[in-house]
């Protein structure tokens, strides 16, 4: 069996981490139990992480990583009076994708490290949606991205709802949409 190079292990445990919390939630994510179900001793799992601090942060990483190249894609080929919809749209198929996501997020929060890396990276995010609603918005700059931020949060709570099947994948979409577009 070929041994795997030093990334394509960093990615398959990454894997392995996200179908553990989405099977279990984020609290049941461990170095120990990831080394465990990747089939690899701890020691590897260590080298690559470190904490499970570093881990949920890199796993967290890796899946804002995909969310805002999902985004970049989806606003590509959006025509100007659909931006709204082609955000929500494309903020919902990544929950629905990526559950685990929400879940990380809940669990970075308690430590004001990871907090602050979260924020770092949700402020990436903002950009994103700040600059494709800039020329669509008479707003000024800060206060389009204050606004982003704000709708994220909504984002988020929204998600909950669609991940604990209280809302449908639609009405999440709408409820977004109408949301960036006010």
Not at 12 to 27: F, I, S, T
């Amino acid at each position: 069996m070929a041994r795997l190079s030093k990334q394509a292990r960093r990615e398959q445990l990454l894997d392995v981490a996200a179908k553990l919390v989405r099977g279990k939630g984020a609290d049941a994510l461990t170095l120990v139990t990831l080394a465990e179900v990747a089939g690899v001793s701890r020691p590897i799992v260590y080298d690559h992480f470190g904490t499970r601090s570093g881990l949920l942060l890199a796993l967290y990483r890796e899946l804002d990583e995909r969310h805002r190249a999902a985004l970049t894609d989806a606003l590509r080929s959006a025509e100007p009076g659909t931006i709204a919809e082609v955000m929500s749209t494309a903020y919902f198929a990544c929950a629905i994708d990526m559950p685990e996501f929400t879940s990380l997020s809940a669990a970075l929060k308690g430590d004001p490290e990871l907090e602050a890396m979260q924020h770092e990276l949700l402020a990436g995010y903002v950009t994103l949606m700040a600059d494709a609603l800039a020329p669509h918005s008479p707003l000024p700059k800060n206060v389009l991205r204050l606004r982003c931020r704000g709708v994220l949060g909504a984002a988020e709570a929204i998600a909950i709802e669609l991940t604990h099947d209280r809302t449908t994948a639609a009405e999440a979409t709408a409820a977004l949409a109408a949301l960036i577009r006010d």
